[in-house]
Structures are given as structure tokens and as C-alpha cells.
């Protein structure tokens, strides 16, 4: 059964800094890309980035360039995202999703809330 | 970047009826297109790829057509747990890009 779990969140001061993780298992993590996505409360879904299998393409968000890095360990099945420079409106539930060429985002975790504030 | 725009942003159907939301990419897509189910509290759920393919496990009840700039996802006999939040989703270009949603209510 493939699992996404999402872990790191919590309550952080504007300017500061967090980082989350996704522990994969239940399918081959090295042969798919991979994805942040995220929810503000009472607000749409927002993708946030992309690294493809290997790490060779990364992508991010207008809104979250600069300051946030997306990384993963295909040793230890996790995906990360280093979240810096935080502000108020990253405030959010944060989704990893994997990918699938031409499919979308098949599977998604339960997601980890990110709050900013003073 | 392709805005997606979706509409109407809130759909009012009863139980046992047709529902008919639409997407629209501010370029082409090509059929690069999904469509995402999401209930307060739970992640979202795929459920059509390739702007018209069921992902699995799907209900046939759920179908995707489109193509290029105009989507639409028509749930054709609506039953009580598809009352939710619908999301189109394009993958054609990065970066990738998520309409504003449209809620499906009880009439």
C-alpha cells in the first residue's frame, strides 16, 4: 500500500525557518517525482514544488522561490522541504503528493500544518 | 505561468442529479488536465487524468471530457458523499497550476 506521511509542522515565528519531511513506502521511491502542495485555511490548493526522480529538475512556486528548497534521499524514501524566511501567508496544510508522468498527483499524504505567526 | 479558472464557484444539486463543473486554462493544456476530489480534513483524491481517464478505483459516475483550453467534469448521478470541493489541475507546463475550486452543496 503506497503511504505518504508528512511530518515538521508547526507554530513558527515570521522570519523563522522549518522543515518538513515525507517518509514514503509501499512502491519504488527512486522512480517517481515528487511534490509540495498546500492549503491556507478556508483557500484553495496551491502547488508549491516539483523534483523529479533524481533530483535533476526541481521547481518552484513564484511564490515560494527564493525561500523555500525542495530536496529528497532516495536511500531513506523521504522527501523534505526547507521552508525559510516564513511569512504570514505560508501559513498552511502542507501536502506531499507523488507524481505520475501524464497522470497528475496519484497519491497524497494527510498533510502537516505550518502556522506563522508571532 | 497558465491561470485555470473554474466555474461556477459553488454548485447547488440534489441528490440523484447531474453536476457539471468547468475548467478553463488561460492557454493550452493539451489533455494534460486532472481533476481532484477534497473533503474538509482529508487529502485530496484523484480522480480523473488525462483531462477524460478515471483514475483507479474510480466510480464510472465520475467523467472527464476536453481538451486544449476547456474542461469539464460531469458526476452523473450525484450520491451523498460527493458533496465536496472539486479541483482542475494542469501539468502541462511548470509551474503547475491548480484552478480556485469549485463546492459541490446539497439543493
Known amino acids: 500500500e503506497v503511504q505518504l506521511v508528512e511530518s515538521g509542522g508547526g507554530l513558527v515565528k515570521p522570519g523563522g525557518s522549518l522543515r518538513l519531511s515525507c517518509a514514503a513506502s509501499?512502491?519504488?521511491?527512486?522512480?517517481?517525482?515528487l511534490n509540495w502542495v498546500r492549503q491556507a485555511p478556508g483557500k484553495g490548493l496551491e502547488w508549491v514544488s516539483s523534483?523529479?526522480?533524481?533530483?535533476?529538475?526541481?521547481y518552484y512556486a513564484d511564490s515560494v522561490k527564493g525561500r523555500f528548497t525542495i530536496s529528497r534521499d532516495n536511500a531513506k524514501n523521504s522527501l523534505y522541504l526547507q521552508m525559510n524566511s516564513l511569512r504570514a501567508e505560508d501559513t498552511a496544510v502542507y501536502y506531499c503528493?507523488?507524481?505520475?508522468?501524464?497522470?497528475?498527483?496519484?497519491?497524497w499524504g494527510q498533510g502537516t500544518l505550518v502556522a506563522v505567526s508571532s | 505561468e497558465i491561470v485555470m479558472t473554474q466555474s461556477p464557484a459553488t454548485l447547488s444539486v440534489s441528490p440523484g442529479e447531474r453536476a457539471t463543473l468547468s475548467c478553463r486554462a488561460s492557454?493550452?493544456?493539451?489533455?494534460?488536465l486532472a481533476w481532484y476530489q477534497k473533503k474538509p480534513g482529508q487529502a485530496p483524491r484523484l480522480l480523473i487524468y488525462?483531462?477524460?481517464t478515471r483514475a483507479t478505483g474510480i466510480p464510472a459516475r465520475f467523467s472527464g471530457s476536453g481538451s486544449g483550453t476547456e474542461f469539464t467534469l460531469t458526476i452523473s448521478s450525484l450520491q451523498s458523499e460527493d458533496f465536496a470541493v472539486y479541483y482542475c489541475?494542469?501539468?502541462?507546463?511548470?509551474?503547475?497550476?491548480f484552478g480556485q475550486g469549485t463546492k459541490l452543496e446539497i439543493k
Open positions: 503528493a507523488r507524481e505520475i508522468s501524464n497522470w497528475g498527483l496519484d497519491y
Open positions: 509501499g512502491f519504488t521511491f527512486s522512480h517517481y517525482s
Open positions: 523534483i523529479s526522480s533524481t533530483s535533476s529538475y526541481i
Open positions: 492557454q493550452s493544456v493539451s489533455s494534460t
Open positions: 488525462g483531462a477524460s
Open positions: 489541475q494542469q501539468y502541462n507546463n511548470w509551474p503547475y497550476s
